[in-house]
């Protein structure tokens, strides 16, 4: 059984920067590609990032483009997403989430296993 655990969460002004991470345990062969979604209330969860195994595929929604950075680190079992220039409109609940193989459509159906998720705040 996969397990992902998100933390870094929290309260930010625009403009400033948090790191996320997840840590993740159980069977590394359901963990090929690792990514970040978000869901702000009233909206429905949506793709934010994520990066295949070996780390040299990586894929961004336009909306965070040029301004997170996910990476990962094998070893450490843990995903991190590296978020400056942070806007209000970033605030949302963000989930780490694990699929095996290789994801073309990151929709949240396409991923198997999901942690808790961690709030993120930014004060305008």
């Known amino acids: 059984q996969v397990q992902l655990a998100e933390s870094g969460g929290g309260l930010v002004q625009a403009g400033g920067s948090l790191r996320l991470s997840c840590a993740a345990s159980?069977?590394?062969?359901?963990?090929?590609?690792m990514g970040w979604f978000r869901q702000a209330p009233g909206k429905e969860r949506e793709f934010v990032a994520a990066?295949?195994?070996?780390?040299?595929?990586?894929n961004y929604a336009d909306s965070v483009k040029d301004r997170f950075t996910i990476s990962r680190d094998n070893a450490k079992n843990t995903v991190y997403l590296q978020m400056n220039s942070l806007k209000p409109e970033d605030t949302a609940v963000y989930y780490c989430?694990?699929?095996?193989?290789?994801?073309?459509?990151?929709?949240?159906?396409?991923?198997?296993?999901w942690g808790q998720g961690t709030q993120v705040t930014v004060s305008s």
């Open positions: 989430a694990a699929a095996r193989g290789v994801v073309i459509n990151h929709q949240p159906y396409n991923y198997d296993y």
């Open positions: 159980g069977p590394t062969f359901v963990r090929d590609t």
């Open positions: 990066i295949s195994r070996s780390a040299g595929n990586t």
